[in-house]
C-alpha cells in the first residue's frame, strides 16, 4: 500500500468542535497529514490558539462558529464553510457534550440537551455538507461515537441513547449516499482524558479500575487517534463504509478484573 493512500495535502476537513480536547486531537492529525482545516466551535474566540496552532504547521484555516441547537447555526456554518474554501472533502462530526447524572434524576431538559446536540446535531451538520459531496460525487464523513455506541454505563443514559443513535445514524447515511462516492463511518474512542471528563481522572481508585477493565492496562493518549481519524479521512479507506471503528484499548470486549487462585 501506498504512503500517497494516506496523504491529505490538498484536501480540506471541516472539524466541529475543535476548542478544546478530542476535536482538536484529531484537527491536529488531520493537519499533520497535510490537510487545510474548518474549524467550528460555538464561540469563536475559542479557537484563537488552536487556529494559530494549526496555521504555525502550514495549514490554511477557517474558524466558524456553530450551535448544534440552532438548525439556522447549522446551515450557516454550513455555507460559510462551502462558500470560503474551493471544495470540501472531509466532515468530522465531533462537537457534542453530556450529562453525568443517575437516570431517576435525568430532566426532560438534560434529556433535549444531549440529544439534540449529539445525534440531531450530528444528522444536520451531515446534511448541510452532502449536497456539495453528491455533486463532487466524493466525500468521507467520520460521525465520532464513543464506546458507548456499543456499550452501556450507569449515569450515562441520554449520552448512550445518543452514541447508540450516531452508530446506527452512520450505518443508514453509508447506504444513503455511498453511490455517491461518499463513505461514512464512526469512529468510536473509549476513555480519554478531556475537559468533559477530567473531573473522573482526579478519583485514583476510579482510574485504577477502569485500568483494570482496559485489556491495554491505561487509558487513551492522544496519539492513538491519529492512525484511525487518518485512515478514515483518506482514501486508503476507499471500500469501508458504514463502520464502526472502536479505538478503545479493548474496554469493549468486557473485560474483567482478573482473579488469581494461587
Known amino acids: 500500500m501506498s504512503d500517497m493512500q494516506f496523504d491529505l495535502t490538498g484536501k480540506t476537513a471541516v472539524v466541529t468542535g475543535a476548542s478544546r480536547g478530542l476535536g482538536q486531537y484529531f484537527g491536529r492529525a ?3 497529514a497535510g ?4 474549524i467550528t466551535s460555538r464561540k469563536l474566540e475559542d479557537l484563537t490558539p488552536f487556529k494559530q496552532e494549526v496555521e504555525a504547521m502550514g495549514r490554511k484555516v477557517l474558524p466558524l462558529e ?10 450557516e456554518m454550513g455555507k460559510a464553510a462551502i462558500g470560503g474554501v474551493e471544495k470540501i472533502d472531509i466532515l468530522v462530526n465531533n462537537a457534542g457534550c453530556n450529562v453525568r447524572k443517575p437516570a431517576v434524576d435525568i430532566t426532560w431538559d438534560d434529556w433535549n440537551l444531549v440529544l439534540d446536540t449529539n445525534l440531531r446535531g450530528t444528522f444536520f451538520v451531515a446534511q448541510a455538507f452532502a449536497p456539495h459531496m453528491i455533486e463532487r460525487q466524493y466525500g468521507r464523513i467520520i460521525n465520532i461515537g464513543s464506546v458507548t455506541s456499543v456499550f ?8 448512550c441513547a445518543s452514541r447508540g443513535g450516531v452508530k446506527q445514524l ?8 455511498g453511490r455517491h462516492g461518499i463513505t461514512v463511518n464512526c469512529l468510536a474512542p473509549g476513555w480519554f482524558k478531556t475537559k468533559q471528563n477530567a473531573v473522573l481522572y482526579e478519583n485514583e481508585e ?18 492513538d487517534l491519529n492512525g484511525a481519524i487518518v485512515f478514515l479521512a483518506s482514501d486508503a479507506s476507499a471500500y469501508i463504509t458504514g463502520q464502526t471503528m472502536l479505538i478503545d484499548g479493548g474496554i469493549s ?3 474483567t478484573r482478573a482473579t488469581t487462585n494461587k
Open 35 to 38: 490537510a487545510d482545516l474548518i
Open 66 to 75: 456553530l450551535d448544534l441547537r440552532d438548525r439556522k447555526s447549522i446551515q
Open 206 to 223: 476510579w482510574v485504577e479500575y477502569l485500568k483494570d477493565r482496559i485489556p491495554l492496562k491505561r487509558p487513551g493518549q492522544p496519539d
Open 170 to 177: 452512520t450505518m443508514s447515511l453509508a447506504d444513503d449516499w
Open 30 to 32: 488531520l493537519a499533520k
Open 253 to 255: 470486549t468486557g473485560a
Open 152 to 159: 452501556g454505563y450507569a449515569g450515562l443514559a441520554p449520552y
